[in-house]
């Protein structure tokens, strides 16, 4: 597995940046996880948004879902312009059927409900869920290929849950919007210290924070998850790949 980072920031995109937004490719096979705000433009450094075989949403607030539109009118375009391509598939709860509906368009993109309690085959990806602890229905996501292993955690405030869902992960991908003196959990969210913690009692071979704060010094973050977590430990930015 190649993860790509798109965007990394929580609530908006910093100036130049993105919100979130990951690239998930194995086999040539490229799955697009969460489509925040700018992640378009980003995206177009490093994948064409005709060339994207599948995406995947973990809730439908707006820094995670907010380009879904750029991204249909894109392969709308790229279609009168000659390119060949199928139906994208946009895999996503319906919890919201308004916010559901709306992945469908016409023949371009499809949205498909999941079953956060089923495992989920996309290309070659086994995708496992568990519902997090955020104001609107949101999953995290474990996805599992030739027995490598990457935790997503979306949004979410810490929840005992997490432990056996991350375990052993090879990479988790970790929400980060608050730090260790701040308690995130009213807004749903982790601060540095529920990252580390959760790191190390998963037993994950490395951890990458996200969702991160428009403010203080970042490199703080890291430094208070590393007082729990002892293993690698960074902060997720733009052009970001990780073999797993």
């Known amino acids: 597995m190649k993860l790509t980072t798109i965007g990394f920031w929580g609530g908006y995109p910093k100036a130049n940046a993105a919100s979130t937004g990951y690239v998930l490719e194995h086999n040539g096979f490229q799955l697009l996880i969460d489509c925040g705000s700018a992640v378009l433009s980003k995206l177009q450094n490093y994948y064409q948004p005709e060339e994207l075989d599948a995406v995947v949403l973990s809730h439908y607030h707006a820094d995670h879902i907010a380009d879904i539109g750029a991204l249909q009118h894109a392969r709308l375009i790229q279609g009168f312009l000659g390119s060949e391509m199928n139906t994208l598939p946009i895999y996503a709860h319906d919890g919201d059927a308004h916010e559901f509906s709306k992945l469908t368009y016409k023949t371009i993109t499809k949205g498909i409900a999941y079953d956060p309690n089923a495992e989920l085959k996309v290309g070659p990806f086994t995708i496992q869920f568990l519902l997090t602890k955020h104001p609107v229905p949101c ?21 005992e849950e997490f432990v056996s869902f991350s375990e052993g992960a090879d990479v988790l991908l970790c929400e980060c919007n608050f730090y260790a003196n701040q308690d995130g959990s009213g807004a749903g969210h982790m601060n540095s210290f529920d990252a580390g913690k959760l790191a190390a009692r998963a037993n994950v071979k490395q ?20 007082q729990h977590y002892m293993g690698p430990t960074g902060l997720a930015y733009t052009g970001q790949v990780i073999e797993i």
């Open 207 to 226: 951890l990458v924070l996200t969702h991160l704060p428009h403010y203080g010094e970042l490199q703080q973050l890291v430094d208070e998850a590393k």
């Open 139 to 159: 999953y995290a996501m474990r996805f599992e290929v030739d027995g490598k292993a990457l935790v997503y955690t979306a949004d979410t405030s810490f929840i």
